[in-house]
Each structure stands twice: as C-alpha cells, then as structure tokens.
Antibody, heavy 120, light 110 residues
Framework: QLQLQESGPGLVMPSETLSLTCIVS??????????WGWIRQPPGKGLEWIGT???????YYNPTLKSRVTISVGTSKNQFSLKLNSVTAADTAVYFC????????????WGQGTLVTVSS | QSALTQPASVSGSPGQSITISCTGT?????????VSWYQQHPGRAPKLMIY???NRPSGVSNRFSGSKSGNTASLTISGLQAEDEAHFYC??????????FGGGTKLTVL
C-alpha cells in the first residue's frame, strides 16, 4: 500500500533536538522519479516548507531553518529523517512528510502528519 | 524567504465560481511555471489539486483550474460545492532552488 507515515516523539524539550522519521511504503525511496520532503504547520497557521532530499543525498533547505535542519535518507530502510536542533516553542507544529515528483515541484503524496510540541 | 500573498478568505454560494489569487515576485511565481495548489480540510493532510500552474492530477475534479499572469497565479473553482469548503495554499519554486508557500486562503461555501 502506497503511504507515508511520520514517527517520533510528540514532546521535545526547549533547546533539544527534534527528530522525526518518515516510513515509506509502496514505493522505493531510491526511485529516480521522486524527491522526499518535510513540511510543517504551526497550530492554526499555514504551511511552511522545511526541506527536500533526493535518494542520492542531495538536500535543499528553507533558508530560515537551514542552520538548524538536517534531512537524511535511511541507509538500510525505506525511510528518511528530519532533525531540527535548538528548538523553541515556535517550532511547535504538525510535521508532514511528503513525496515530490522529480519533474516538477509539487507534493503528490503526504503522510497524515504528527504534532510535535516543544515544552518543558 | 517571504510567503506568497493570498487573500485570507473568500466565499461563494453553491454553484458559483470563485478565484483565489497567489502573488509573488519574478524570483518565484513569475519566474517559473512551477506553481502548485493544495486543499486542506481541518485535521487532514494537504491534497494536491493543481501542479505546474494549470495541470490537474488524476482524480481531481475538472471544476478546479489554475492559471498565471506575471507574478500572480490563480486557482478557480467552478460550480462550488459544500465539500469544497477548506483552506487552500499555493506553492512556488524559487530562484534559490527552494519552495515557498502562500499564507493560505479559507474558502467558505455560503
């Protein structure tokens, strides 16, 4: 079944590192047809693109988050990950992973999203 | 990077047509034909409705159409239905090889 599923802690302490994994089913993350991305949405607010990765490891990041973000592809599993360090309350959001076509820049398949709260 | 500009809200009656605008700059919307539109119902993940300015993915109703003029892209929904009520977001590729979303528009079907 074709799907993406985010997993990770729902609560992160301020100044710590937020870590999420997107488990991909039904399509190989090594396919040359797709890129893989992370998008977040603070409660009651709009969408914000975090970054995108190709299976080869090439990455593209939102410049406002670039200094704190790392996106990587799983080495032995069909998954990719997000790490956001030095988090604050402003990083509280629903985090979505998504699939993007190589031939355009739209996300055609999304995970259900996972709420991450930054609080002590 | 600054978000693309969308109206906060639009509304229309069933059967009518509405248009949502998405204004950027020559560094994003105006510079590329890589504008996409997403529909998001409360508590749900976004759904791709339009890609590459005016292309519909398989399964999306032909009541949804996209266009672009200069630095402004538009999403038009014809024959409004109650189920269309949702938030809509535009997204564009940029000269910095990044992506930027619009602030979102809440569509109300009266």
């Amino acid at each position: 079944q074709l799907q993406l599923q985010e997993s990770g802690p729902g609560l992160v302490m301020p100044s710590e590192t937020l870590s999420l994994t997107c488990i991909v089913s039904g399509v190989s993350i090594s396919s040359t047809s797709y890129y893989w991305g992370w998008i977040r949405q603070p409660p009651g607010k709009g969408l914000e693109w975090i970054g995108t990765i190709y299976y080869s490891g090439s990455t593209y990041y939102n410049p406002t988050l670039k200094s704190r973000v790392t996106i990587s592809v799983g080495t032995s599993k069909n998954q990719f990950s997000l790490k956001l360090n030095s988090v604050t309350a402003a990083d509280t959001a629903v985090y979505f992973c998504a699939r993007r076509y190589s031939s355009n820049f739209s996300f055609d398949l999304w995970g259900q999203g996972t709420l991450v709260t930054v609080s002590s | 990077q600054s978000a693309l500009t969308q109206p906060a809200s639009v509304s229309g009656s069933p059967g009518q047509s509405i248009t949502i605008s998405c204004t950027g700059t020559s560094s994003n919307v105006g510079g590329f034909n890589y504008v996409s539109w997403y529909q998001q119902h409360p508590g749900r993940a976004p759904k791709l409705m339009i890609y590459n300015v005016d292309n519909r993915p398989s399964g999306v109703s032909n009541r949804f159409s996209g266009s672009k003029s200069g630095n402004t892209a538009s999403l038009t929904i014809s024959g409004l239905q109650a189920e269309d009520e949702a938030h809509f977001y535009c997204c564009s590729y940029t000269t910095s090889a990044t992506l930027v979303f619009g602030g979102g528009t809440k569509l109300t079907v009266l």
